[in-house]
């Protein structure tokens, strides 16, 4: 019997090992000696930083799966659809923390408003989208994020973007280096992005502003990033009291050469009615729109009119509809703030008012 046992440990026993080694993790990929990490040492050593220190903490940076997957293409074919899109940001939940942000920061957006021409709503609605007002700033590591993207780019994807990324991983060394941060510590989203207005490390010495005065940028102080929000915007062109969207019929036989230029404003408002496309609302003269399409799955699409400034909104984040979702959010916070200062008006002073 004795021996039996042993026999049947003597079998089980390489397959309990291995079945200890399936549920092993494997080792994570690092860039230590990769040539292409060397090379952007060198590149590094050239434009004055430490040699060593790039190449220890590049030495450290994994490769990270889960991030070249963000970056493949989605299977083809698929509409998008506006209205699933719309309800992730637009939520009470959402809105809620909104109102509760603009509360306590009221003062601040509107300097900020004030300052750099940018509507509070607009700047409401980008950090809502963005952190849900600070509460989600990505949990990779940043210098794990671009190392990946940088010397890891997905070859299927449509465009190759690597270089982008190797110039944000030099930008974010760089930056590290000025404010003495400890790289490896620095927490993002899975494209680099950091702090509650998630700018790439590339965007920081551009548009980051130290608004509260004290001397440093922390995109992690909700000042610095209400005003750095503002700036980033009036630097790519906003321009005051324009209107993003417009309201529009469209014939649908004519659709092709008006959404031919996506996004970017290419149309007068004559140029828009020779396709059959009407605004439905006075648009300011002198300006030049784009014919937007919203996709709805398998409903109808909708259509609008975007402004120049709707395509400010989109170098934050190139998709009409992240800028639309910026919008509604930011309206529907502003608007329940509204609501609320309303309700909590005593009765009567309305009309106490009116009599001022
Ligand atoms: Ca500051």
Redesign the pocket.
Known sequence: MKKIKLYLVGLLFPALLSLAHASELPAPETYAGRAEAEAFVEDMAQRGLDADWVRQTLGQAEKLETVRRMFRPLAGGQRKNWQAYRERFVEPARTGAGRAFMQQHAEVLTRASNQFGVPVEVIVGIIGVETYYGRITGNHRVVDALATLAFDYPPEAARDRSAYFREQLAEFFAWCAKEQCQPLELRGSYAGAMGIPQFMPGNIHLFGT?????????LN?P??AIGSVARFLARHGWVRELEPVFPVSVEQAQLGPLLAPDILPTFTPERLALHGAQALAELPPREVYALVELQNGEAASEYLLGSRNFFVLTRYNRSSYYAMAVLHLGQAVTASEAAAAAASQPEGKAATCVQC
């Open positions: 130290d608004f509260d005065g004290d001397g440093r940028i922390d102080n000042v610095d």
